[in-house]
C-alpha cells in the first residue's frame, strides 16, 4: 500500500516527554514529505496557535501540509494559512455550558482566538495551556458573562481536573447537552466538548475528499482516546507504545513510545526514505 498522508497526534504522541521532537523522527517525517509528496497533517486537540512550533520545525509551510486543531474544529493550509474548515459553538450554547460548569470544582479552559480567558491565572492546566498553545491568558470576573459580552463563538471548551475528579463527574458534565455537543476525554485531566458532529476523522474526511486521498492511503498515529476515531478511519492505524490500553486494542500496529522514536521506526518500516 502507498500511503499518501500521515496524521500525527502531538502531544504524547510526536513530542516526546519533554515536548520535542526528536531528531530521528523529525528527519523521517521531513524526508517523507520531500521525497515521495507525502502530505503530513498535525491533528491535535490544542488551540490553532498551538500547532505553530511543531509546525516550524516540520517545514509543513514548505510542503502544504495541514494544521488540524481544536480536536478537528479547524484545518488550516500550513502554505497558504487558508482555514479550509471551521465549525464553532453557537454563543448562546458556549455560554449556557460555561454557567453549567460552574456546579463543579472543576477549571474552564475556553479562549477567544487570542487568549484563554479566565477568572485567575493560576487556575489548573491555563498556565500548561497558555505555555503549551502560545496564548495569552485574559483575567476575568466570570468567565461565561466575558464570553457573552463579547459574543465569543469558542470551537471548544475544556474541563480541566485531576483525574480522579474529572471522571466522576463526566457525565454529569455532559448531562443535558449531549444533544447539542460531542464530548471526548482527550487527557487523564481533560474533558472537552465540541459543536456536534466535530472529530479528528470528520475533519480528515473532509480533506482526503478535498486532495483524492482514499482513507486506505492514510496513516495516523496516536496515544489517547480522543484520537481513536482517528485510528479507526486511518487505513493504517498506529498506537504509540504509551498508548491508552483501549486505542491499542483497536490499531493495526503498536510502535514504540513517543520517547523512543516510535513514528520514525513506522515510517521507516512502510516509505522508503
Not at 128 to 145: F, G, K, Q, R, Y
Request: a negative charge; proline letters at 3%.
Amino acid at each position: 500500500m502507498t500511503y499518501k498522508m500521515i496524521a500525527l497526534d502531538l502531544d504524547g504522541t510526536l513530542n516526546n516527554d519533554d515536548h520535542i521532537i526528536t531528531p530521528r523522527t523529525r528527519e523521517a517525517l521531513i524526508a517523507v514529505q520531500k521525497k515521495l509528496g507525502v502530505t503530513v497533517v498535525l491533528a491535535s486537540g490544542r488551540q490553532a496557535p498551538g500547532l505553530k512550533r511543531e509546525a516550524d520545525a516540520l517545514d509543513l509551510a514548505k510542503y502544504h501540509g495541514l494544521l488540524l486543531s481544536y480536536g478537528g474544529g479547524r484545518i488550516e493550509d500550513a502554505t497558504t494559512q487558508a482555514v479550509l474548515f471551521s465549525r464553532s459553538l453557537k454563543n448562546e450554547l458556549a455560554v449556557r455550558f460555561l454557567r453549567h460548569l460552574e456546579k463543579f470544582s472543576v477549571s474552564p479552559v475556553v479562549d477567544n482566538g487570542r487568549a484563554i480567558v479566565t477568572t485567575c491565572a493560576y487556575n489548573y492546566k491555563v498556565q500548561d495551556e497558555s505555555h503549551n498553545n502560545n496564548m495569552d491568558v485574559l483575567t476575568v470576573d466570570n468567565i461565561a458573562d466575558a464570553i457573552e459580552r463579547a459574543g465569543v463563538r469558542p470551537i471548544k471548551i475544556l474541563t480541566a481536573a485531576q483525574n480522579e475528579t474529572l471522571v466522576p463527574l463526566m457525565p454529569y458534565i455532559r448531562e443535558g447537552f449531549e444533544d447539542e455537543m460531542d464530548f471526548v476525554q482527550s487527557a487523564p485531566w481533560f474533558y472537552e466538548g465540541m459543536a456536534k458532529g466535530v472529530s479528528k476523522s470528520k475533519s480528515l474526511a473532509r480533506v482526503c475528499e478535498q486532495l483524492g486521498i482514499k482513507p486506505s492511503e492514510v496513516m495516523a498515529f496516536g496515544d489517547a482516546q480522543n484520537d481513536m476515531d482517528m485510528i479507526r478511519f486511518a487505513g493504517h492505524g498506529v498506537a504509540m507504545g504509551n498508548a491508552c490500553d483501549e486505542l491499542k486494542a483497536m490499531a493495526d500496529e503498536v510502535t514504540l513510545d513517543n520517547n523512543h522514536d516510535g513514528i520514525a521506526a513506522t515510517i521507516e518500516k512502510y516509505f522508503e526514505i
